[in-house]
């Protein structure tokens, strides 16, 4: 599961890591929670790479009032293909979202004890830290477009998740997929509608691919934001 998440890397960064054509000027995000306005890159009715913001929720197009409807952040690979609210999306409007990293939560004695998720660095990468483009993530996603009866529009977002690898076990028994680089343009194509080009690609990530930090509990609350939300705490 992917409930919360976070994009410090500038923009710029953000542009040379994904490709997209258009500029965007945005601040930080440390504590990034669902219904929140969030960028995504996709694949624009000019066939170039852009990045928009859209609401971290899916609202299928069949949904006649959004009020209504329970907030789907995030979406099962295994069985996304079936579902009707995310079959279509899957094979036309597969989108990449930008992130340096997401959180998940343990329970001690009744504290919830949030840790960062993070691309692990290697040695030879000491120099560049988060937040300036070396900790980059791509989580696979789906986008919606939502036209109502009386002519508002929406756009929506989810995450797809699979299971967890040995990393994130100990934490959760679910984790987003992550895109490597090379596999970006393959992923956000969907000329052909078809989505078995693209099934070998909702895997867990590698297991040396990202570490664990426990952070600061005033991450809990989705109205906290700022870098002090990452200040490193030991690992329980």
């Known amino acids: 599961m992917c409930s ?9 960064a953000v542009r040379a890591f994904f490709c997209h054509d258009n500029e965007a000027v945005y601040p930080p995000r440390y504590n990034i929670a669902p219904t929140q306005p969030v960028a995504i ?3 624009s009715a000019k066939k170039t790479r852009e990045l928009v913001l859209v609401r971290w929720g899916l609202i299928p197009p069949w949904v006649k009032d959004p009020n209504e409807f329970a907030t789907l ?4 690979a295994e069985t996304a293909a079936e579902k009707p609210s995310f079959r279509s999306a899957l094979r036309y409007r597969r989108c990449l979202v930008p992130a340096d990293g997401f959180y998940e939560w343990t329970d001690r004695k009744g504290n919830k004890q949030p840790h960062l998720l993070r691309r692990k660095l290697q ?8 937040g300036d483009g070396g900790s980059l993530l791509a989580f696979a996603g789906l986008w919606e477009h939502w036209l109502g009866a009386e002519g508002s529009e929406m756009e929506t977002m989810v995450i797809l998740t699979t299971k967890a690898n040995k990393t994130l076990a100990p934490l959760h028994d679910r984790m987003p997929v992550i895109l490597e680089q090379a596999d970006h343009a393959r992923w956000l194509d969907c000329a052909m509608g078809k989505t078995e080009t693209i099934t070998d690609l909702l895997r867990p990530a590698d297991n040396d691919l990202l570490e664990i930090v426990a952070v600061n509990p005033q991450l809990n609350n989705p109205r906290h934001e700022g870098p002090e939300l990452q200040q ?3 690992l329980l």
């Open 73 to 76: 952040i995030n979406a099962r």
């Open 41 to 43: 890159v996709r694949i």
């Open 123 to 130: 040695e030879a990468d000491a120099t560049v830290g988060p």
């Open 232 to 234: 490193p705490l030991p």
């Open 4 to 12: 919360r998440y976070c994009l410090t890397s500038p923009p710029e």
